[in-house]
């Protein structure tokens, strides 16, 4: 009997070793459970280029070493050359970037450096959905692939990133409401709500901003469309879900945000209202007459400069914001032409500009365009002095001609 249960016993011990190994071969994870793909959200910084902030995909695989190991995937990078420099995108408005790679050693460096806050958010997907990001985001890492044409509001580091969750799981994935029921605004509102930490203190480049802005700016984006910005993008994965499941776990911070902003003035207030003011002096002060000929071309000058810049820019379709642009109607592009023509001209040209003033007024009350009254009022008004007194002048000549 003893016997017996010994090698019953004996039996029981040499099954529990298989028993075991065939446990743990049930309980191993799938292939690529070993990778965490994580959203990086960045703060904005000091230069005009980092207003708004950066997002980029983060992505460790824990079974590479070495600087594969923990990859950062960067859009937007600017692509430059000696045949297409930096300075040539800009002028042309065609700013051409590409998806790039970096190591968390080196993302940590640049973004420690410029003291800007970076928070993360670790995505809670299946193997599978996890290897076809890294599939999606490697076939945009091969060279034939990896180049595009930035555009501020439609392509750019937020917009790619969103681009991998429609592309890879469609009606899967859907986002958050990234704005409070009830609220509406257009593109070019979107870039105000972003704090006056990002935008104020860089009047000027604001400033140029909003002239530039056309009737595609003033149109209302979608939920969708507007996480094209990164707080906006945080904000619409924080909440969103993949086949109804919460896509993301809570975002922990890797940097806290130490930019300190300058306290600056608003440059472009100050030098349109010194402008105007030394214009319209110069203008109906007798003893200033030569003061108000010199202001008054440079106003003209100034203006029509813009002018055939908004053109320009219009014109070669970069960004679909700045199509349709109702400021060309003060920012005249004959106001670099009209200082050298006739009387008759003169005059003609100077009720016509007058009334097309009248008319920005009228477009940006009827919410036709949203016109930056705030910043350009001081050269509005300027400009009907100059065009009014230009009238006068150009009617007592024309009589005096006729009386002779």
């Not at 090698?7 to 028993?19: D, E, N, R, T």
């Not at 890294?134 to 392509?155: K, V």
């Not at 009047?203 to 003033?218: E, Q, R, V």
């Not at 000058?301 to 908004?310: E, S």
């Amino acid at each position: 009997m003893l016997r017996r249960a010994l090698l019953i016993l004996f039996a029981v011990v040499l099954c529990l070793p298989v028993q075991a190994q065939q446990d743990t071969a049930i309980a191993t994870p799938p292939v690529q459970s070993h990778l965490r793909i994580s959203l990086l959200t960045c703060s904005p910084g000091e230069e005009i280029y980092e207003t708004f902030g950066h997002s980029a995909i983060r992505i460790i695989d824990s079974t590479k070493t070495g600087k594969a190991r923990d990859v950062v995937y960067n859009f937007g990078f600017l692509d430059s050359s000696p045949d297409n420099t930096v300075m040539h995108q800009f002028l042309t408005d065609r700013v051409h970037v590409y998806l790039a790679t970096n190591t968390i050693e080196q993302f940590n460096y640049q973004y420690g450096e410029q003291k800007r806050g970076v928070e993360e958010m670790v995505f809670l997907l299946s193997s599978e959905d996890k290897a076809k990001i890294l599939a999606y985001l490697e076939n945009n890492c091969r060279r034939e692939n990896r180049y595009y044409e930035y555009s501020s509001a439609y392509d750019n580091c937020c917009t790619r990133i969103l681009a991998i969750f429609t592309h890879v799981f469609g009606d899967r994935f859907v986002p958050a409401q990234v704005l409070p029921k009830g609220v509406t605004l257009r593109f070019r509102q979107f870039t105000d709500r972003c704090g006056p930490q990002t935008i104020q203190h860089k009047y000027w480049f604001s400033t140029g901003m909003k002239i530039l802005f056309g009737l595609g700016a003033d149109r209302i984006p979608t939920n969708m469309e507007a996480m094209y910005i990164a707080d906006y993008l945080q904000d619409g994965m924080e909440g969103a879900t993949v086949d109804g499941k919460k896509l993301c776990d809570k975002k922990t911070v890797l940097f806290e945000n130490r930019v300190q902003w300058p306290d600056v003035p608003n440059e472009p207030v100050i030098v349109f209202w010194t402008l105007a003011i030394v214009t319209i002096l110069g203008l109906v002060v007798k003893r200033l007459r030569i003061l108000g000929n010199i202001m008054s071309t440079v106003v003209l000058f100034m203006t029509g400069i813009l002018g055939c810049y908004i053109i320009y820019v219009w014109s070669i379709d970069a960004e679909p914001g700045w199509k349709d642009n109702f400021n060309v109607l003060w920012a005249l592009p004959a106001n670099l032409i009209i200082p050298f023509c006739g009387s008759k001209i003169k005059a003609r040209y100077s009720l016509a500009a007058l009334f097309l003033i009248f008319v920005v007024f009228v477009v940006d009350l009827l919410k036709v365009q949203l016109i930056p009254l705030s910043e350009i009022t001081p050269l509005l008004l300027a400009l009907v002095f100059v065009h009014g007194v230009m009238y006068r002048k150009a009617i007592s000549k024309t009589d005096r001609l006729a009386a002779a």
